[in-house]
Protein backbone atom coordinates (compact mmCIF):
# COMPACT_ATOMS: atom_id res chain seq x y z
CA UNK A 1 0.00 0.00 0.00
CA UNK A 2 2.91 2.45 0.24
CA UNK A 3 3.52 4.96 3.08
CA UNK A 4 0.58 6.19 5.32
CA UNK A 5 -0.56 9.02 4.55
CA UNK A 6 -1.28 12.30 6.73
CA UNK A 7 -4.65 13.96 6.62
CA UNK A 8 -5.95 16.92 8.35
CA UNK A 9 -9.09 18.68 8.59
CA UNK A 10 -9.79 22.54 8.70
CA UNK A 11 -13.32 23.12 10.51
CA UNK A 12 -14.68 20.36 12.90
CA UNK A 13 -18.11 21.37 12.71
CA UNK A 14 -21.12 18.69 12.18
CA UNK A 15 -19.69 17.81 9.02
CA UNK A 16 -15.94 18.39 9.45
CA UNK A 17 -16.14 15.95 12.23
CA UNK A 18 -17.47 13.21 9.78
CA UNK A 19 -14.55 13.96 7.74
CA UNK A 20 -12.20 13.53 11.07
CA UNK A 21 -14.24 10.21 11.98
CA UNK A 22 -13.78 8.88 7.90
CA UNK A 23 -9.79 9.68 7.54
CA UNK A 24 -9.46 7.96 11.50
CA UNK A 25 -10.86 4.62 10.45
CA UNK A 26 -8.98 4.79 6.44
CA UNK A 27 -6.87 2.00 6.26
CA UNK A 28 -3.41 3.94 5.10
CA UNK A 29 -4.49 6.89 5.91
CA UNK A 30 -3.49 8.66 9.47
CA UNK A 31 -5.81 11.54 10.72
CA UNK A 32 -2.78 13.84 11.85
CA UNK A 33 -4.63 16.87 13.21
CA UNK A 34 -7.67 19.24 12.83
CA UNK A 35 -8.07 23.05 12.96
CA UNK A 36 -10.83 24.49 14.36
CA UNK A 37 -11.35 27.82 15.99
CA UNK A 38 -13.90 27.28 18.53
CA UNK A 39 -12.01 25.58 21.51
CA UNK A 40 -14.51 22.86 23.36
CA UNK A 41 -15.05 21.64 19.60
CA UNK A 42 -11.32 21.28 18.77
CA UNK A 43 -10.46 19.94 21.69
CA UNK A 44 -13.48 17.26 21.85
CA UNK A 45 -12.97 15.91 17.93
CA UNK A 46 -8.79 16.09 18.96
CA UNK A 47 -9.88 13.80 22.14
CA UNK A 48 -11.78 11.54 20.49
CA UNK A 49 -9.65 10.69 17.26
CA UNK A 50 -6.15 11.56 18.87
CA UNK A 51 -4.98 14.00 16.77
CA UNK A 52 -3.07 17.47 17.35
CA UNK A 53 -5.70 20.49 17.25
CA UNK A 54 -4.90 24.07 16.24
CA UNK A 55 -6.87 26.61 16.57
CA UNK A 56 -6.01 28.22 13.28
CA UNK A 57 -5.10 26.79 10.00
CA UNK A 58 -2.02 28.54 9.31
CA UNK A 59 -0.45 26.68 11.99
CA UNK A 60 -1.69 23.45 11.24
CA UNK A 61 -0.08 23.62 7.94
CA UNK A 62 3.22 25.44 9.57
CA UNK A 63 3.84 22.64 11.89
CA UNK A 64 2.18 19.61 10.51
CA UNK A 65 3.77 17.67 7.29
CA UNK A 66 0.36 16.85 5.68
CA UNK A 67 -0.82 15.03 2.41
CA UNK A 68 -3.67 16.16 2.10
CA UNK A 69 -6.84 17.95 3.97
CA UNK A 70 -10.43 18.78 3.59
CA UNK A 71 -11.77 22.26 4.20
CA UNK A 72 -14.97 22.38 6.02
CA UNK A 73 -16.10 25.38 6.35
CA UNK A 74 -18.58 28.17 5.57
CA UNK A 75 -19.01 28.66 1.91
CA UNK A 76 -17.56 32.36 2.37
CA UNK A 77 -14.42 30.74 3.61
CA UNK A 78 -13.39 28.77 1.03
CA UNK A 79 -11.52 31.05 -1.05
CA UNK A 80 -8.85 32.32 1.57
CA UNK A 81 -8.10 28.78 3.47
CA UNK A 82 -8.46 27.06 -0.12
CA UNK A 83 -5.44 29.02 -1.47
CA UNK A 84 -3.91 29.14 2.30
CA UNK A 85 -3.52 25.37 1.46
CA UNK A 86 -2.77 25.58 -2.05
CA UNK A 87 0.35 27.56 -0.98
CA UNK A 88 1.60 24.95 1.87
CA UNK A 89 1.39 22.45 -0.93
CA UNK A 90 -0.99 20.04 0.51
CA UNK A 91 -3.72 18.28 -1.72
CA UNK A 92 -6.83 19.40 -0.61
CA UNK A 93 -10.77 18.48 -1.06
CA UNK A 94 -13.14 21.60 -0.78
CA UNK A 95 -16.50 20.89 0.75
CA UNK A 96 -19.01 21.85 -2.50
CA UNK A 97 -19.43 24.71 -4.04
CA UNK A 98 -16.18 25.37 -4.57
CA UNK A 99 -16.35 28.91 -3.55
CA UNK A 100 -18.81 31.82 -3.49
CA UNK A 101 -18.54 33.17 -6.36
CA UNK A 102 -17.46 31.59 -9.77
CA UNK A 103 -14.21 33.73 -10.10
CA UNK A 104 -13.03 32.60 -6.71
CA UNK A 105 -13.83 28.91 -8.07
CA UNK A 106 -11.47 29.76 -11.32
CA UNK A 107 -9.13 31.53 -8.87
CA UNK A 108 -8.81 28.19 -6.73
CA UNK A 109 -8.88 25.90 -9.90
CA UNK A 110 -5.82 28.60 -11.47
CA UNK A 111 -3.55 28.57 -8.55
CA UNK A 112 -3.77 24.51 -7.78
CA UNK A 113 -2.72 24.40 -11.55
CA UNK A 114 -0.07 26.37 -11.43
CA UNK A 115 1.27 24.78 -7.62
CA UNK A 116 0.73 21.20 -8.57
CA UNK A 117 -1.62 20.65 -6.34
CA UNK A 118 -4.36 17.81 -6.49
CA UNK A 119 -7.74 19.58 -6.21
CA UNK A 120 -11.67 18.15 -5.62
CA UNK A 121 -14.45 19.54 -4.13
CA UNK A 122 -17.03 17.40 -2.11
CA UNK A 123 -19.99 16.13 -4.47
CA UNK A 124 -20.62 13.52 -2.41
CA UNK A 125 -23.39 12.06 -4.23
CA UNK A 126 -21.18 11.00 -7.25
CA UNK A 127 -20.30 8.36 -4.39
CA UNK A 128 -23.55 6.97 -3.57
CA UNK A 129 -24.04 4.13 -4.70
CA UNK A 130 -27.71 3.97 -6.00
CA UNK A 131 -26.44 6.53 -8.30
CA UNK A 132 -23.24 4.80 -9.49
CA UNK A 133 -25.72 2.13 -10.23
CA UNK A 134 -28.15 4.90 -12.07
CA UNK A 135 -25.11 5.96 -14.17
CA UNK A 136 -24.23 2.46 -15.64
CA UNK A 137 -27.57 1.72 -16.39
CA UNK A 138 -28.06 4.72 -18.17
CA UNK A 139 -24.67 3.64 -19.80
CA UNK A 140 -26.07 0.82 -20.91
CA UNK A 141 -29.11 2.42 -22.48
CA UNK A 142 -31.73 0.40 -20.04
CA UNK A 143 -34.37 2.13 -20.95
CA UNK A 144 -33.09 4.03 -23.99
CA UNK A 145 -33.31 7.43 -24.67
CA UNK A 146 -33.86 10.00 -21.89
CA UNK A 147 -36.54 11.90 -22.13
CA UNK A 148 -36.74 13.67 -18.20
CA UNK A 149 -35.16 14.17 -15.23
CA UNK A 150 -36.53 15.21 -12.16
CA UNK A 151 -34.27 15.72 -8.55
CA UNK A 152 -36.60 16.43 -5.74
CA UNK A 153 -33.94 17.70 -2.98
CA UNK A 154 -36.47 18.81 0.11
CA UNK A 155 -35.46 18.61 4.28
CA UNK A 156 -36.31 21.14 7.25
CA UNK A 157 -34.44 24.42 7.41
CA UNK A 158 -30.59 24.03 8.15
CA UNK A 159 -29.90 26.60 10.96
CA UNK A 160 -25.86 26.32 10.48
CA UNK A 161 -25.86 27.25 6.89
CA UNK A 162 -26.57 31.44 6.78
CA UNK A 163 -23.95 32.50 4.37
CA UNK A 164 -25.70 30.91 1.17
CA UNK A 165 -28.82 29.92 0.18
CA UNK A 166 -30.84 26.73 -1.08
CA UNK A 167 -29.27 26.94 -4.84
CA UNK A 168 -25.82 26.88 -3.46
CA UNK A 169 -26.23 25.20 -1.09
CA UNK A 170 -28.41 22.64 -2.24
CA UNK A 171 -29.07 22.44 -5.93
CA UNK A 172 -25.15 22.06 -7.14
CA UNK A 173 -25.78 18.73 -5.79
CA UNK A 174 -28.34 18.29 -8.42
CA UNK A 175 -26.75 20.18 -11.23
CA UNK A 176 -23.70 18.10 -10.49
CA UNK A 177 -25.36 14.91 -10.90
CA UNK A 178 -27.76 15.86 -13.44
CA UNK A 179 -25.07 16.74 -15.57
CA UNK A 180 -22.90 13.66 -14.79
CA UNK A 181 -25.92 11.37 -15.61
CA UNK A 182 -26.70 13.12 -18.87
CA UNK A 183 -23.26 14.73 -19.88
CA UNK A 184 -24.99 18.30 -21.49
CA UNK A 185 -25.10 21.50 -19.97
CA UNK A 186 -28.77 23.48 -19.27
CA UNK A 187 -29.44 25.45 -22.35
CA UNK A 188 -32.42 27.19 -20.59
CA UNK A 189 -34.40 27.69 -17.89
CA UNK A 190 -37.49 28.58 -16.11
CA UNK A 191 -36.98 29.58 -12.57
CA UNK A 192 -38.79 30.37 -9.57
CA UNK A 193 -37.42 31.50 -6.21
CA UNK A 194 -39.15 32.31 -3.12
CA UNK A 195 -37.50 33.62 0.44
CA UNK A 196 -40.22 31.70 2.92
CA UNK A 197 -38.53 31.43 6.23
CA UNK A 198 -34.67 32.27 5.70
CA UNK A 199 -33.61 36.02 6.55
CA UNK A 200 -31.86 36.60 3.58
CA UNK A 201 -31.50 34.17 0.93
CA UNK A 202 -33.98 32.14 -0.86
CA UNK A 203 -35.02 28.80 0.77
CA UNK A 204 -37.43 27.11 -2.15
CA UNK A 205 -36.36 26.62 -5.52
CA UNK A 206 -38.48 25.31 -8.60
CA UNK A 207 -37.25 25.09 -12.43
CA UNK A 208 -37.36 23.83 -15.34
CA UNK A 209 -35.07 22.93 -17.45
CA UNK A 210 -33.91 22.76 -21.24
CA UNK A 211 -30.79 20.80 -21.87
CA UNK A 212 -28.72 21.43 -24.73
CA UNK A 213 -29.41 17.21 -25.49
CA UNK A 214 -33.40 17.92 -25.98
CA UNK A 215 -33.68 16.07 -22.13
CA UNK A 216 -36.00 18.11 -19.92
CA UNK A 217 -35.42 18.37 -16.52
CA UNK A 218 -36.85 19.61 -13.02
CA UNK A 219 -35.35 20.74 -9.52
CA UNK A 220 -37.65 20.65 -6.79
CA UNK A 221 -35.44 22.34 -3.99
CA UNK A 222 -36.05 23.74 -0.56
CA UNK A 223 -35.45 23.88 3.59
CA UNK A 224 -39.08 24.15 4.05
CA UNK A 225 -40.30 20.41 4.15
CA UNK A 226 -40.67 18.87 7.58
CA UNK A 227 -39.36 15.60 6.58
CA UNK A 228 -35.92 15.03 4.39
CA UNK A 229 -36.53 13.68 0.63
CA UNK A 230 -33.74 13.25 -1.66
CA UNK A 231 -34.74 11.56 -4.66
CA UNK A 232 -34.07 11.32 -8.21
CA UNK A 233 -36.20 9.65 -11.27
CA UNK A 234 -35.12 9.44 -14.86
CA UNK A 235 -37.57 8.93 -17.32
CA UNK A 236 -36.84 7.02 -20.96
CA UNK A 237 -38.58 5.09 -23.54
CA UNK A 238 -37.98 1.82 -21.61
CA UNK A 239 -39.50 2.82 -18.31
CA UNK A 240 -38.65 4.78 -15.31
CA UNK A 241 -35.70 4.75 -13.02
CA UNK A 242 -36.34 6.37 -9.20
CA UNK A 243 -33.15 6.66 -7.09
CA UNK A 244 -33.51 7.15 -3.42
CA UNK A 245 -30.49 8.97 -1.99
CA UNK A 246 -30.93 8.37 1.33
CA UNK A 247 -31.63 4.36 0.78
CA UNK A 248 -29.63 4.00 -1.75
CA UNK A 249 -32.39 2.00 -3.25
CA UNK A 250 -32.52 2.31 -7.17
CA UNK A 251 -35.81 0.88 -8.93
CA UNK A 252 -36.70 0.74 -12.42
CA UNK A 253 -40.87 0.60 -13.34
CA UNK A 254 -40.61 -0.85 -17.19
CA UNK A 255 -42.91 0.29 -19.82
CA UNK A 256 -44.56 -2.65 -21.49
CA UNK A 257 -45.02 -0.45 -24.37
CA UNK A 258 -48.74 -0.53 -25.03
CA UNK A 259 -49.07 -0.03 -28.84
CA UNK A 260 -45.93 -2.66 -30.35
CA UNK A 261 -46.81 -5.22 -32.50
CA UNK A 262 -48.66 -7.74 -30.15
CA UNK A 263 -51.51 -4.55 -30.64
CA UNK A 264 -51.42 -3.82 -34.29
CA UNK A 265 -54.80 -1.96 -33.98
CA UNK A 266 -52.93 0.91 -32.37
CA UNK A 267 -50.89 3.18 -34.52
CA UNK A 268 -48.97 4.96 -32.41
CA UNK A 269 -45.94 3.60 -29.41
CA UNK A 270 -47.44 4.78 -26.19
CA UNK A 271 -46.67 3.40 -22.51
CA UNK A 272 -48.31 1.33 -20.20
CA UNK A 273 -47.29 -0.49 -16.59
CA UNK A 274 -44.94 -3.02 -16.15
CA UNK A 275 -42.67 -4.89 -14.11
CA UNK A 276 -41.13 -3.07 -11.11
CA UNK A 277 -37.37 -4.27 -10.88
CA UNK A 278 -35.36 -3.48 -7.78
CA UNK A 279 -31.95 -3.04 -8.70
CA UNK A 280 -29.46 -4.78 -6.74
CA UNK A 281 -27.21 -2.14 -5.04
CA UNK A 282 -24.74 -2.58 -2.47
CA UNK A 283 -24.67 0.10 0.31
CA UNK A 284 -21.92 2.28 1.20
CA UNK A 285 -21.44 5.41 3.11
CA UNK A 286 -20.64 8.12 -0.11
CA UNK A 287 -18.47 10.38 2.57
CA UNK A 288 -16.48 7.01 2.77
CA UNK A 289 -16.24 6.53 -0.50
CA UNK A 290 -15.66 10.15 -1.53
CA UNK A 291 -12.73 10.26 1.02
CA UNK A 292 -11.23 6.86 0.12
CA UNK A 293 -11.51 7.80 -3.31
CA UNK A 294 -9.63 11.48 -3.07
CA UNK A 295 -7.26 9.62 -0.84
CA UNK A 296 -6.38 7.04 -3.01
CA UNK A 297 -5.69 9.41 -5.96
CA UNK A 298 -3.38 11.47 -4.02
CA UNK A 299 -1.62 8.34 -3.34
CA UNK A 300 -1.28 7.36 -6.97
CA UNK A 301 -0.38 10.72 -8.45
CA UNK A 302 -3.76 10.48 -10.48
CA UNK A 303 -6.76 13.33 -10.80
CA UNK A 304 -9.38 13.12 -8.35
CA UNK A 305 -12.87 11.82 -9.69
CA UNK A 306 -14.98 15.02 -9.17
CA UNK A 307 -12.24 18.08 -10.52
CA UNK A 308 -12.23 21.77 -9.98
CA UNK A 309 -14.05 22.37 -13.15
CA UNK A 310 -16.91 19.92 -12.48
CA UNK A 311 -17.16 22.04 -9.52
CA UNK A 312 -17.14 25.20 -11.21
CA UNK A 313 -19.24 23.93 -14.14
CA UNK A 314 -22.26 23.29 -10.80
CA UNK A 315 -21.57 26.45 -9.21
CA UNK A 316 -21.51 28.64 -12.98
CA UNK A 317 -25.29 26.92 -13.76
CA UNK A 318 -26.70 27.31 -10.15
CA UNK A 319 -25.36 31.26 -10.47
CA UNK A 320 -27.52 30.78 -13.66
CA UNK A 321 -31.00 29.52 -11.68
CA UNK A 322 -30.20 32.19 -9.51
CA UNK A 323 -30.29 34.94 -12.29
CA UNK A 324 -33.02 33.80 -13.92
CA UNK A 325 -35.17 33.55 -10.76
CA UNK A 326 -34.44 37.32 -10.19
CA UNK A 327 -35.46 37.82 -13.14
CA UNK A 328 -39.10 35.98 -12.97
CA UNK A 329 -39.36 37.97 -10.12
CA UNK A 330 -38.74 41.50 -11.31
CA UNK A 331 -41.02 40.66 -14.52
CA UNK A 332 -44.03 39.23 -12.75
CA UNK A 333 -47.20 40.03 -13.33
CA UNK A 334 -50.37 39.56 -12.29
CA UNK A 335 -52.18 37.24 -14.11
CA UNK A 336 -55.89 38.71 -14.81
CA UNK A 337 -58.78 36.73 -16.28
CA UNK A 338 -61.03 39.21 -18.98
CA UNK A 339 -64.59 39.39 -17.31
CA UNK A 340 -67.11 37.74 -19.25
CA UNK A 341 -64.41 35.19 -20.70
CA UNK A 342 -65.65 31.91 -18.84
CA UNK A 343 -68.95 32.83 -20.35
CA UNK A 344 -67.94 33.18 -24.07
CA UNK A 345 -66.07 30.00 -23.42
CA UNK A 346 -69.06 28.07 -22.91
CA UNK A 347 -70.90 29.48 -26.07
Not at 181 to 206: F, K, N, T, Y
Request: with cysteine; aromatic share 6%.
Amino acid sequence: MGAVLRAGVIGAGSMGANHARVYADLEGVELTAIAEPDPLVCNAVAQRYRCRGYANHLAMLEHEQLDLVSVVVPTQLHYGIGLDVIAAGVALLIEKPIAATVEQGQALIDAAHQRGVPLTVGHIERFNPAIIALKEQLSQRAVGDIFQIVARRVGPFPTRIADVGVVIDLSTHDIDILHYLIGSPILRAQVELSRCIHRSHEDMLSALLRFENGVLGMLDINWLTPTKIRELSVIGEGGMFVANYLTQDLTLYENDFCGDSRWPSIAIMGVSEGRMIRQKVRRREPLREELLSFSEAVREGRPPLVSGEDALHALTQAYYLVDEGSRTAMSRRPLTLEVGMSARSER
